[in-house]
DNA sequence: TCAAAAGTGTTGCGTTTACACCCATGT
DNA sequence: ACATGGGTGTAAACGCAACACTTTTGA
């Protein structure tokens, strides 16, 4: 019975990247308007099919480079989905990828070379497929991740202010923080530095500005790093 | 591009389940000896493989089904694992489960009818393949999923004790906790029905049976529901 | 009467939350 | 001078962790 290696029951394999970003305010996925049938001219998400001689992570950061001309960025696997009529045109199974990426390093490309958009996740149009559910899933995922993993500061520029990161975690976990309550939480955590520049654009105070140490949260992951808001 | 539904990249989609089940003192896996090449004879998730008209949860419960006589359990999908030549024979993308048995109710089907055998997860065999991954991956997963959802009373009998569940709880998570605290906090939750009849046989004075109550879960269930040891 | 497991509360500590005012600067 | 966002500390409430003795009953 399950010895069986039977060819006939061989299926195409897709990913289907949900790529998050932030843009000082609300957190955005990107979307691309599909170019081939079926559902042409629909919103998608970034999407290609996993050849014979690749893993399902270099598949999914083959399909993102080449349609968004992005790499070297945090993804993760998030859930394959497997409705048999899930692709009208052939059995296919998706396995969905998420990404966090900064817009602000890749958003000239993005919108012009490909024809891709930043939506607010709160007013996303309607995906084709399954890809709405794919979404709802990400989006779950990754405020939970926020509870275990810094992974926030891959939406944010390498240098930044508590104000952006505090708009983040709101924008993430859809509610708002105290801004002192978030500041003695995210310094007792004790993973950036505080830099001696300013942001001056904010303010006419101007804000100081932060980046994210990797040394200092390698050092904190030894004893069970969580963050909690 | 990525608009090529290309059949030379389809590929076998295998499904491999880990089954969890606990008796009285330890977590332990289900493993069965495989009956086919290649590394006919050594330990092995229960797999299988998924066929085109159905989904990977089904396939999932299917196999199960067809390899231990069981069904009707808690399972969840826990990750697609997709290295090229995780599987020697044959491209081979493998989705895993994870599933939550009572030992006690299954049990003489289990290792008589089929050759398959409870291991302590302490001291499992070496599995084929990627197995030993999946099955790493599974117990993270699980130890996480106690702090989300009342998962383990799938692992009990209907009716248990509060000692039963406290071990079950050790069990998953590997780190004992003081009885006392541990059944402030499952009272404090209010998801379980005590029951006017008591287990005699772990003790001459004999301690309450207990079972879980869906209802009072779902009621719970709005608002933010946790545990956490 | 003794052995073995069941059952039961309190206190201290640390974490989380709620909350309001002054500061620096450009206009 | 004022408007705008930046920056700072404290007190109360709550949740978690540590801790020891009495009860029951079969052997």
């Not at 990754?142 to 952006?164: C, N, Y």
Request: with cysteine.
């Amino acid at each position: 019975m399950s010895g069986a290696y039977n060819s006939d029951d061989k299926i195409l394999v897709a990913i289907d990247c949900i790529i998050f970003g932030f843009d000082k305010e609300s957190l955005k996925i990107l979307l691309i308007k599909r170019d081939f049938e079926p559902q042409k001219g629909h919103w998608s998400l970034m999407g290609g099919f996993l050849k014979k001689n690749e893993t399902l992570d270099q598949a999914a950061n083959r399909t993102l480079l080449s349609l968004t001309g992005v790499q070297d960025i945090y993804m993760e696997q998030l859930y394959a989905f497997s409705e048999v009529d899930r692709d009208p045109v052939e059995r296919t199974l998706s396995v969905s990828y998420y990404a966090l990426i900064n817009i602000e390093d890749h958003n000239e490309k993005l919108t012009k070379k490909y024809n891709a958009q930043w939506f607010d996740i709160a007013d996303a149009p309607s995906l084709i497929f399954d890809h709405d559910l794919m979404l709802q899933k990400a989006i779950r995922r990754l405020r939970r991740r926020t509870a275990i993993k810094p992974v926030g500061f891959d939406l944010l520029p390498e240098k930044f202010t508590m104000r952006q990161l505090q708009k983040l975690y709101e924008a993430i976990l859809d509610k708002e923080v105290d801004k002192r309550n978030f500041i003695n939480k995210i310094n007792s955590l004790d993973i950036l530095i505080k830099l001696n520049e300013k942001d001056m654009t904010s303010s006419t105070k101007g804000s100081f500005l932060y980046k994210f140490s990797q040394e200092k949260y390698d050092d904190k992951l030894k004893n069970n790093f969580y963050i909690k808001l």
